[in-house]
């Protein structure tokens, strides 16, 4: 299914742009030029990014939630932190 008509974009290029480490609409619009006619796609896009995180997204959400403080104020260790990264990029 097409996500940018004025380029004809796929869901499916955009997925793969986001496996390559694109996590951003700005990136995606950089490997090809989705978003940067009409714009009328840029939501979607995002959508698709939000929902299907590539892996660049998930060490992201992994050192956030490693990062983030326990409620009782030490850090959070890996084994803590690391399920609820894998729920953040699912
Ligand atoms: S639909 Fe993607 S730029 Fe127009």
Redesign the pocket.
């Known amino acids: 299914m097409f996500?940018?008509?004025?380029?004809g974009?796929t869901e499916e290029q955009v997925r793969e742009h986001a496996a390559a480490g694109a996590c951003t609409p700005r990136q995606i619009a950089s490997s090809c030029r989705?978003?940067?006619?009409?714009?009328?796609?840029v939501r979607r896009i995002q959508a698709l990014l939000g929902r299907e995180a590539g892996p660049r997204r998930a060490a992201v959400a992994a050192v956030a939630a490693v990062a983030e403080a326990a409620p009782d104020g030490r850090a959070r260790t890996a084994a803590e932190a690391l399920p609820r990264a894998g729920r953040a990029a699912a």
């Open positions: 996500v940018c008509s004025c380029f974009v989705a978003g940067t006619d009409c714009g009328g796609c």
